[in-house]
């Protein structure tokens, strides 16, 4: 079956550790996109790409950094800097044209120990 | 700045019929979306609006008015599997997503 997989569901960080959120999709998609989401607010956009190897920052990307080296995988690295980093993260995916829907994994959950 | 308004909480009865509205101000517009979230899961894809007017899938059906700004997410015959998020996303002229925080509808026997 064709989707988008997230890994883990669960991710525990400690104070000054970096982190990886793996996102990979077999829907031949061009685009992906990674988004915080935190109690009561809505989703906001951390990076995106629209093609392999090319990446832009959204609205909150500091403190991640992402990399876009094949068009299946798409990881999100949540570094030291990111003083808040407790959140549910979202991996989402899209064909190229503009007014697709986005399709969404299951999400990551990461907490701080 | 650009904003999605959406109630926080909404209940329900089994078997009844529910609006949720969505009222957006945005730089421009290039369509609305409506997803589906279960607690502690991925959105699912609804509906998408462009043009003014109902569109009805099913149980589900989403009314759009661009001159006011408001979007509709209009369920019937609502069953308990229905208890969940409902999120708004409007595109605007940049071809960005932006996000309303999401209705949490609560369904009661």
Redesign the interface.
């Known amino acids: 079956d064709g989707g988008i997989t997230q890994s883990p569901k669960y991710l525990f960080r400690k104070e000054g550790q970096n982190v990886t959120l793996s996102c990979e999709q077999n829907l031949n998609h061009d685009a992906m996109y990674w988004y915080r989401q935190d109690p009561g607010q809505g989703l906001r956009l951390i990076y995106y790409s629209q093609i392999v190897n090319d990446f832009q920052k959204g609205d909150i990307a500091e403190g991640y950094s992402v990399s876009r080296e094949k068009k299946e995988s798409f990881p999100l690295t949540v570094t030291s800097a990111q003083k808040n980093p407790t959140a549910f993260y979202l991996c989402a995916s899209k064909p190229g044209r503009e007014i697709q829907p986005q399709h969404f994994g299951d999400g990551t959950r990461l907490s701080i120990l | 700045g650009q904003n ?1 308004d959406q109630p ?1 909480e909404m209940t329900a009865t089994e078997g009844a019929i529910v609006q949720i509205n969505c009222t957006y101000q945005t730089s421009g517009f ?2 609305l ?1 409506w ?1 589906q979230q279960h607690a ?6 609804l509906s ?1 609006n ?1 043009l003014d007017g109902l569109e009805e899938k099913g149980r589900f059906s989403s009314f759009l008015s661009r001159s006011k700004g408001y979007s509709y997410l209009l369920l019937k015959e609502l069953q308990m599997k229905d208890s969940a998020s409902y ?1 708004c ?1 409007v ?1 605007n002229s940049n ?8 209705t949490k509808l609560i369904i009661k026997p």
């Open positions: 999605i926080t290039n369509g979306f997803y502690g899961e991925a959105p699912t894809f998408y462009v999120l996303a595109k071809y960005q997503l932006i996000w309303g925080a999401g």
